[in-house]
């Protein structure tokens, strides 16, 4: 854990696409793959702070599988003993996913764990508007412990590829006005159903991968596709800043295994945030 390690851990799990039937395009079950992240953290003994899923949870017209998707999230969450917070994207219905935890009376939200502080921000429509980001604001007047993570399903900027470069956040400049000179750390956003590092008025912006199905990148200017690839993202916030990897959860066999050497454990500082930093320094004066 971070108090322990020096750093803060988020499974950032994007785009599950959860289906009645768990089958989407008679393939997908997105419920099992959830289980699946569980089972990989306890595996690799990794004890996340926080999961955050950004967005799509279920599958465009498919209501009825938001218990399922509630349910498999607070399994998940007791896998890996750490809250699992959600936000909606534009396939999930704003009435039906009140059952899930953290929704049953706003689609937005903010939790502090371990001073790190995370605002869930509601992008189903594409855009976030004025009365949201008036919220927003008042939210990042004050800053948290060690920063802020910020959520949602539209990224502030749009893919490389062309037939995603213009599906991005719609007021993603008024957004990104709001989170300038406030404790933000990061913004994770999903909906390109592919891994995006990137940054954004100086605020790094990653876009994790979807559990569902993986976009085809070489898909032609005027095609989308999908493939069955599986992935989530490893997130680390340090001292020194932020990290991400993807996990892919696809079976592919090695071309080699071989025993690691032992080597020395570096020693770890234990994380401090910049702001903090900044404030004591400004009260010693």
Not at 21 to 26: E, F, K
Not at 56 to 74: E, I, M, S
Not at 121 to 136: E, I, V
Not at 241 to 252: D, R, T
């Amino acid at each position: 854990m971070s108090r322990e390690s020096g750093r803060f851990t988020v499974l950032h799990v994007s785009d599950v696409h959860a289906t009645d039937d768990c089958s989407l395009y008679g393939a997908v079950d997105g419920l099992e793959r959830l289980e699946r992240v569980g089972e990989y953290a306890r595996a690799t003994g990794i004890t996340p702070e926080a999961v955050i899923i950004t967005g799509d949870l279920v599958q465009r017209g498919n209501p009825g599988a938001y218990p399922a998707v509630a349910a498999a999230c607070r399994a998940l969450s007791e896998a890996v003993a750490a809250p699992v917070l959600t936000v909606l994207g534009n396939h999930d219905d704003p009435i039906a996913s009140r059952v899930l935890p953290g929704h049953e009376t706003s689609h937005r939200g903010v939790s502090l764990v371990d001073g790190m502080r995370i605002i869930r921000l509601d992008s189903r429509t594409g855009a976030l508007g004025g009365d949201q980001l008036d919220w927003l604001a008042d939210v990042l007047a004050e800053p948290a412990p060690t920063g802020t993570i910020v959520a949602l399903h539209h990224a502030p900027l749009g893919s490389p590829l062309p037939t995603l470069s213009r599906q991005g956040l719609a007021d993603a400049e008024q957004f990104l006005a709001v989170l300038s000179g406030s404790d933000t750390r990061a913004v994770l956003a999903g909906h390109f159903h592919h891994s995006l590092a990137a940054t954004a008025a100086g605020i790094p912006v990653l876009v994790g991968p979807s559990l569902a199905y993986h976009q085809v990148m070489d898909a032609g200017p005027d095609h989308v596709a999908g493939h069955d690839a599986p992935a989530f993202s490893l997130v680390q916030f340090t001292s020194l800043g932020v990290s991400a990897a993807e996990v892919s959860l696809s079976a592919h066999e090695p071309l080699f295994n071989e025993p690691v050497r032992s080597r020395p454990t570096p020693s770890l500082v234990p994380y401090v945030s910049p702001l903090t930093t900044t404030l004591h320094s400004t009260e010693s004066q």
